[in-house]
């Protein structure tokens, strides 16, 4: 079977897409098996005559094709599936195996250190994004959800984790001499 296309024809394929009632569902699945097909070299008729010829055979005599090939095929998928370009036009191939986004998880200590070089620090957003390594989005929405939880709670959860002295400021530039100068007068 030539990689990337499959027999729409095919009648078990077709009997299984139509079987489907959304749309959006049958392209899912109709793309999802044009990567096994890929996989495999077999059409959809081929796998279920395979998988019916191993069920007829002794117990004893028995491959498991279908799981022996699932697994295979998921090893596959982790290491040597082509990653393409997404978009509209010719998808380019770009790498192989499995595809991880960029997202990373900003943590309880990072948060606080945000916080912290915003409002101690007087730092630029710009600024804080380039020290952690993240996009400037990713200071200025934990700026915003620390607000959002001191004004909800009366603290930011995050910050008290990790016992920050700001866990109960509003981070906003320059309210960090008022702060401080509020938390000397309620020591004393």
Known sequence: MAQDSINREDPALKRWLDSMMRQSTRY???????????FTGMSASS??????????????????????????????????????TRGVGEHQII??????????TVGDKEHAEII?????????????????GRSSRTPLVQIQRHDRMVKRSGFCPS??????????????????????????????
Not at 30 to 37: D, K, L, M, Q
Not at 160 to 179: L, P
């Open 159 to 188: 910050c008290r984790r990790v016992k920050s002295k700001f866990e109960s400021a509003t981070a906003r530039k320059g309210s960090c001499r008022f702060f401080l100068d509020e938390m000397a007068h309620n020591r004393a």
């Open 28 to 38: 899912v699945y109709r793309t999802a098996f044009r990567v096994y097909a890929t």
């Open 95 to 104: 790498g192989k195996g499995e595809q991880k986004g960029t997202f990373k």
């Open 47 to 84: 796998l279920i005559d395979e998988a019916l010829a191993d069920l007829k055979k002794d117990p004893r005599d028995r491959q498991d094709v279908v799981l022996t090939r699932l697994v295979k095929f998921y090893q596959w998928l982790k290491t040597e599936y082509p990653k393409k």
């Open 116 to 132: 912290r070089l915003y409002i101690e620090e007087e730092l630029a957003i710009n600024k804080i994004a380039e020290i952690h």
